[in-house]
């Protein structure tokens, strides 16, 4: 029940926000202050980073946010995507993050080193739904791709899949 207030007040406020000509369908540079710092990711290495300072340690290069989970056939088929691109944009300053929503670490774990994402830029979020970050960035489905430019602010909240051709594009242009 606290969770569907929660989730309520959020898409009051959510709504307000657009209504006031905060449209979610064009790119926006924002502020990334909810939630960041009081959200923990695990690393491959089981050790515990705030998001807030894995942004900060990418901060100067593009990043391009993949929140994903092991069970979600949408995500999975989009891996082989997010590879090629990545290796399109391996001399740009861009930077690729998978941040699972998963609920067992086990789980996380398994998918990401089968997909060949298990070493380096991939994390478990704690408590994915329950957290700071997808409550305030309105994280309620998956597969979801959000863009950081270089200076450290949102340059897309709702970002094109892997897939896309102008992912390329975008990410490329962005990274100049």
């Avoid at 959000?146 to 602010?153: E, L, P, R, S, Y």
Wanted: hydrophobic share 40%.
């Amino acid at each position: 029940m606290k969770n569907l207030v929660l989730l309520l007040a959020f898409s009051f406020v959510h709504f307000f926000a657009a209504a006031q000509g905060n449209s979610e369908s064009k790119p926006a540079t924002k502020s990334l202050d909810l939630g960041t710092d009081t959200t923990w990711l695990i690393t491959p290495n089981k050790e515990r980073i705030s998001f807030q300072a894995l942004l900060d340690s990418n901060k100067g290069k593009v990043i391009y946010l993949d929140f994903w989970a092991s069970w979600c056939r949408p995500c999975i088929a989009q891996m082989q995507f997010s590879h090629s691109l990545q290796k399109r944009l391996k001399d740009k300053d861009v930077v690729f993050i998978y941040v699972s929503v998963d609920t067992r670490q086990r789980d996380w774990n398994e998918s990401a080193n089968a997909y060949g994402i298990g070493q380096g830029n991939s994390y478990l979020i704690e408590h994915a739904g329950r957290d700071a970050l997808t409550l305030a960035w309105d994280i309620s489905s998956i597969p979801r791709y959000v863009v950081i430019n270089k200076k450290g602010a949102m340059a897309n909240k709702d970002a094109p899949r892997p897939s896309e051709k102008m992912t390329y594009t975008y990410l490329k242009k962005l990274s100049q």
